[in-house]
């Protein structure tokens, strides 16, 4: 069955770094992404919008229900853009997973009540199901370790713990 997850830009900022965008796609989802933020705010770096759209990223388009949902967010938490309102306007309206690896944004799924999925996440429900095997679990989170700190920002500590775990 095909898990729905709404998308936020940043996760796929980080899977470009480590030049592995097609690799969440591998998992049994299928990745939503408001239409408008995948034209505005999927520029940089270079390439990344078409590689999310052959990869499978699917375009959506807003409710009014949605859009005055997102408003709401962009008022109450402080630090939130209106493309990450969206993104958690899509995941709370549909029941559904946010992929996000902002600090605010996470915080702000956490007191809307969705269930928030990041980079280090994804890539172990990859390792968990067995679409990528240990040698490769270990070589991506060591190259999210090489750019941590510049392009990526994910909890050093965490990645060293799988490290030394597997």
């Known amino acids: 069955m095909t898990e729905f997850i709404s998308s936020d830009t940043n996760v796929w900022i980080d899977f470009h770094a480590i030049d592995a965008v097609h690799l969440p796609f591998k998992l049994p989802c299928t ?9 505005d705010e999927v520029k940089s770096p270079g390439g990344l919008r078409d590689e999310l759209m052959l990869s499978g990223l699917v375009p959506v388009e807003i409710t009014n229900e949605e859009f005055w ?5 962009t008022d109450r938490y402080a630090g939130i853009s209106s493309y ?6 899509i995941a709370k309206s549909h ?10 944004l996470r915080r702000a799924a956490a007191d809307e009540g969705v269930e928030v999925l990041g980079t280090i996440g994804v ?4 390792f968990n199901e067995g679409i990528v095997d240990d040698c490769e679990y270990r070589s991506y989170i060591s190259a999210l370790l090489k750019v941590n700190g510049g392009v990526v920002r994910l909890p050093e500590n965490e990645l060293r713990k799988r490290l030394e775990h597997y």
Request: glycine content about 6%.
């Open 31 to 39: 990745y939503l992404m408001w239409a408008v933020a995948i034209e």
């Open 69 to 73: 949902l997102a408003d709401s967010y």
């Open 84 to 89: 990450d309102a969206v993104a958690l306007a």
């Open 95 to 104: 029941g559904i997973v946010l992929l996000t690896g902002d600090r605010r």
């Open 123 to 126: 890539l172990d429900r990859l």
